[in-house]
């Protein structure tokens, strides 16, 4: 038999979604793979109720159907600060993976360097291999998650062809100030660079941060794509609803390869989704508030347990530190973590590139009665997991 791609023959699955699978294993509260336990808003499942008898059942455009890229444009707009025509700026995706994955290839050609700041959501390494780019990594250091503008430069000066910024930023729950944009909008227009967003958690911001969209800074909207998503805004993981935003001129390419990747996103949900898309300011307040209760709420049981974490600034993660366990491999521990204490995490290792495992991600996108029940179950992690011994499961 002849050898399948060399492409992939160095991916590992997602260590993400692999998690899920072994909290599920263990019966575990599943706090890895970031999505919520809580019901999508009213107006959007009564829609999707009654669209199930109406005429969605097959392709809508190839782009995103008319209805929803208008109710789309209009909402972005609102946000985004510009007249975002829905007709030439909007491509309808399968999830932002897809936007991802379909803005990379677009811009890329084999060989091209791309630069990623670690950590980073790890489908970005996919994507860079997919579309044959080569990734150049900018450290954000922790505990806050800062980048040197100097390393910065240096890595632009390899002459990217693309930057990837996550904003809202998974893992690390940084949100970029206005000063921090700046250097990367400077740099990207003085070494003629792509910028390609990863903005799902756009209203997921905690007071005094302030989301600012990357396309819309002076002069970076011709070279940026905003990807983006409804699975965070609505509770909507599931239904694969994702978006990229960028000038006629790129969108008219992205198109392209979106529609040979896989023609379009569901149709029926297109349309169900389209009364939350035309909520008003207060859903977005309500939510935020809802995710400033839960992040309260968990980093407060987590610091009555004295569990030293990371604070998010923006989307639902936490970074805890786990040094004192003396773990070697933090894929080891979350195993452990999942089977002893009966709690789903992520190892940090599978979003840095450096080598980095002292912590692991927990996210606090669920119920308060599913976070209580998470942190009655750390409440045991010292008592179950002893220090510094490695415990292997079969997992
Ligand atoms: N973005 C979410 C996370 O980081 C979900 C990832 C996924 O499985 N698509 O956990």
Request: hydrophobic content about 35%; glycine content about 6%.
């Given at each position: ?184 909008a400077?740099?990207a ?6 910028v ?18 990357f396309a819309?800074l002076p002069g970076m909207w011709?070279r940026t ?171």
């Amino acid at each position: 038999m002849q050898k399948l791609s060399e492409r992939t023959e160095g991916f590992t699955d997602s260590v993400i979604r692999r998690m899920t699978r072994i909290s599920n294993q263990y019966g575990a509260v599943n706090l890895s793979q970031g999505f919520p336990d809580f019901e999508p808003p009213e107006p959007i499942l009564k829609r999707l109720k009654e669209v199930s008898h109406e005429e969605f059942h097959q392709y809508s455009i190839t782009w995103g159907a008319q209805n929803f890229r208008e109710a789309l444009a209009e909402k972005q707009s609102r946000y985004m600060g510009r007249n975002i025509d829905p007709n030439r700026e909007i491509v309808t995706t399968c999830g932002s993976t897809e936007a991802m994955m379909a803005a990379m290839m677009t811009v890329a050609n084999p060989g091209d360097k791309v630069i990623v700041f670690s950590p980073f959501y790890e489908n970005y390494g996919a994507d860079t291999i997919l579309s044959g780019a080569r990734p150049i990594y900018v450290p954000l250091q922790p505990p806050d998650f800062h980048f040197d503008p100097e390393a910065l430069e240096d890595a632009f000066r390899a002459h990217p062809k693309a930057l990837i910024l996550c904003n809202p930023s998974n893992p690390c729950g940084k949100v970029f100030t206005e000063e921090e944009l700046g250097i990367i909008a400077d740099l990207a227009r003085r070494y003629d660079t792509y910028v390609i967003t990863d903005e799902v958690y756009e209203h997921i911001v905690y007071a005094p941060h302030r989301h600012i969209y990357f396309a819309s800074l002076p002069g970076m909207w011709e070279r940026t794509i905003s990807c983006s998503s409804l699975s965070k805004t609505y509770s909507i993981t599931g239904w694969r609803l994702g978006y990229t935003i960028a000038p006629e001129e790129i969108t008219e390419r992205i198109k392209k390869v979106h529609d040979f990747l896989t023609v379009g996103a569901a149709a029926p949900l297109q349309e169900a989704v389209i009364p939350g898309l035309k909520f008003t300011q207060d859903y977005y307040e309500d939510l935020l508030a809802k995710y400033t209760h839960k992040r309260n709420l968990f980093l407060k049981g987590l610091d009555d347990l004295h569990l030293s974490h990371t604070v998010p600034e923006g989307a639902y993660y936490v970074l805890l530190d786990i040094s004192e366990f003396g773990y070697e491999s933090d894929l080891e521990f979350c195993k452990a973590l999942a089977r002893e204490v009966g709690v789903g995490a992520v190892p940090g290792s599978s979003f840095f590139k450096e080598k980095e495992n002292r912590f692991i991600r927990l996210h606090f996108a669920k119920r308060d009665e599913t976070l209580q029940d998470a942190l009655g179950r750390l409440e045991l992690l010292r008592a179950r997991i002893p220090v510094r011994s490695e415990i292997y499961s079969q997992a």
